[in-house]
T-cell receptor
Framework: GAVVSQHPSRVICKSGTSVKIECRSLDFQATTMFWYRQFPKQSLMLMATSNEGSKATYEQGVEKDKFLINHASLTLSTLTVTSAHPEDSSFYIC?????????????FGPGTRLLVL | GQSLEQPSEVTAVEGAIVQINCTYQTSGFYGLSWYQQHDGGAPTFLSYNALDGLEETGRFSSFLSRSDSYGYLLLQELQMKDSASYFCAVHNQGGKLIFGQGTELSVKP
């Protein structure tokens, strides 16, 4: 199988604090991972592409200094929401492409629900 | 720009067949995928089409016409558990996925 985990699954924080979300591929290596954000009843919006060993590539309109991405190893990518504000409250989902596969299938993590008070 | 269009909601009864259409306009195209998402959950991969034609996986089938920039997901023998949101997604270079707005499917008894 191909399992992706995220931690934490749910986090509540105060405005102005930073929150780190981890995305792990449990049974495969992934040079490439992706981070998405999803607001209620809306689509998944790609935020950035996380590449092991190089800088993340951010989509237009996503602030790289606010959403810090670190792809520390072939099984771990982290997203840090810095100085979080209530408008950052959302469902953050990561996905990973197994290095052994072609690029047809992305496996998604279970998501992290962030609430900023 | 890039855009994908799919109906916002569809309602059907158990045992029926339903088709969810997706039209797309993108700058790069490597294939079309379909994902299912239940409330509060992660998207689950259903199918992928890179070439024109029909792909069948159990009760689900997916079709693609690259010349028409169009695809659809066909769900047969609907079950209550199929009630969920369904997203089409275009594959861009580098494995990036661009998602449609999603279709909320309600299956009634």
């Amino acid at each position: 199988g191909a399992v992706v985990s995220q931690h934490p699954s749910r986090v509540i924080c105060k405005s102005g604090t930073s929150v780190k979300i981890e995305c792990r591929s449990l049974d495969f290596q992934a040079t490439t991972m992706f981070w998405y954000r999803q607001f209620p009843k809306q689509s998944l919006m790609l935020m950035a592409t996380s590449n092991e060993g190089s800088k993340a590539t951010y989509e237009q309109g996503v602030e790289k200094d606010k959403f810090l991405i670190n792809h520390a190893s072939l099984t771990l990518s982290t997203l840090t929401v810095t100085s979080a504000h209530p408008e950052d409250s959302s469902f953050y989902i990561c996905s990973a492409i197994p290095d052994r596969d072609n690029q047809e299938t992305q496996y998604f993590g279970p998501g992290t629900r962030l609430l900023v008070l | 720009g890039q855009s994908l269009e799919q109906p916002s909601e569809v309602t059907a009864v158990e045992g029926a067949i339903v088709q969810i259409n997706c039209t797309y306009q993108t700058s790069g195209f490597y294939g079309l995928s379909w994902y299912q998402q239940h409330d509060g959950g992660a998207p689950t991969f259903l199918s992928y089409n890179a070439l024109d034609g029909l792909e069948e996986t159990g009760r689900f089938s997916s079709f693609l016409s690259r010349s028409d920039s169009y695809g659809y997901l066909l769900l047969q023998e609907l079950q209550m558990k199929d009630s969920a949101s369904y997203f089409c997604a275009v594959h861009n270079q580098g494995g990036k996925l661009i998602f449609g707005q999603g279709t909320e499917l309600s299956v009634k008894p």
